[in-house]
């Protein structure tokens, strides 16, 4: 069986109840998350051996995230413990026109104080084929971004299949640092999913070209974009396409519920590694790529907490949401 690992930070989330502001909440609900650790939960709800690699503090309230990560299935046995706190990010839901708010409390995390002695690599990625991070990781810290390079040049050592899903945030770091960053790390990665920037495409044309142009730049495998657009109708749809061998796939547009728009990214990427490690025909990755970000959307929480029949049902079969008897 291929084995995934996956490396970043995983955060405590801090959420008013249902869809009240941050200042009309005198409760939160908690849940944890981060853009490595949903991939990694991802993957073992469809049967992949993943691992999530990271480094948290020893009481409790780490220990608390990784036995979020445990119960659902993903190897935690390469994190590593020590610093003084947990990243925490604060969610404000949203509803209708309102969009979702984060804000940000992870400086002096664990992961974001690691040093390069922290993580053996050479030990952590025995017997894995894959290898996925995201951009915010090596946003956190001019050390990560080391240590990132450092897990990156050990894969493609080991024949190992980087993945990177660039994730721009612009609260941790400016277009251009980030860039800079980043493309330090491209030269090793095979799939990349989203661009440097924060662009947004007003057409899918628009977006297989920057697609296809990425990949020739950084001489890529494959490059995957998502888009989220209102169309006349006022419904929020999402779609996207996968730029591989030289020709373009554009997926199915699927129609989203906003219950829950974290993730979503994730989701893809989750799907995306399942059809590529199982080898499945570039359309049909594309397609149960969307179909899990779908789902992800009518989920509460960062996990993506949905079976692989699920997805393939919704990539594969229809839309009809059917009572299940």
């Known amino acids: 069986m291929d084995r995934v690992v996956t490396f970043g930070e995983i955060m405590l989330r801090l959420s008013p109840e249902n869809n009240l502001r941050f200042v009309q909440a005198d409760k939160f609900e908690t849940a944890f998350g981060g853009a490595e650790a949903n991939v990694a939960v991802s993957l073992a709800n469809y049967g992949v051996d993943a691992a999530f690699v990271t480094k948290l503090p020893q009481h409790e309230i780490g220990q608390a995230a990784v036995n979020s990560l445990r119960r659902l299935g993903v190897d935690t046995s ?44 050479d030990e952590i ?117 996968f730029a591989y061998g030289g020709k373009t796939y554009f997926g199915k547009k699927f129609t989203v519920c906003d219950v829950e728009r974290v993730g979503g990214g994730d989701g893809f990427c989750g799907g995306l590694i399942y059809a590529l490690l199982n080898k499945f025909e570039p359309q049909k990755a594309v397609d149960l790529a969307l179909a899990a970000s779908c789902l992800k959307y009518t989920i509460p929480g960062d996990f993506n907490s949905v079976s692989l029949d699920e997805v393939t049902a919704l990539a594969f079969g229809g839309e009809e949401c059917e009572i299940e008897r």
């Open 78 to 121: 390469g994190i590593v413990r020590g610093g003084d706190r947990i990243g925490v990010y604060y969610y404000e839901k949203g509803a209708g026109q309102r969009s979702p708010k984060v804000i940000y409390d992870r400086t002096h995390s664990s992961i974001a104080e690691a040093r390069r002695g922290d993580f053996d690599w």
């Open 125 to 241: 990625f025995d017997g894995a084929s894959w290898f996925h991070f995201s951009g915010i990781t090596p946003s956190l810290s001019a050390e990560l971004a080391d240590i990132c390079l450092e897990a990156c040049k050990t894969a493609k050592k080991k024949n190992m299949t980087v993945f990177c899903d660039l994730n721009y945030r612009r609260k941790l770091l400016s277009g251009e640092k980030f860039s800079a960053t980043v493309e330090k790390l491209l030269e090793y990665a095979d799939y990349i999913k989203d661009l440097l920037v924060d662009t947004r495409f007003d057409t899918d044309e628009q977006c297989a070209e920057a697609a296809s142009g990425a990949a020739k730049r950084y001489g890529l495998k494959g490059v995957a974009v998502t888009r989220r657009f209102v169309d006349t109708n006022g419904e929020k749809n999402l779609s996207g396409m």
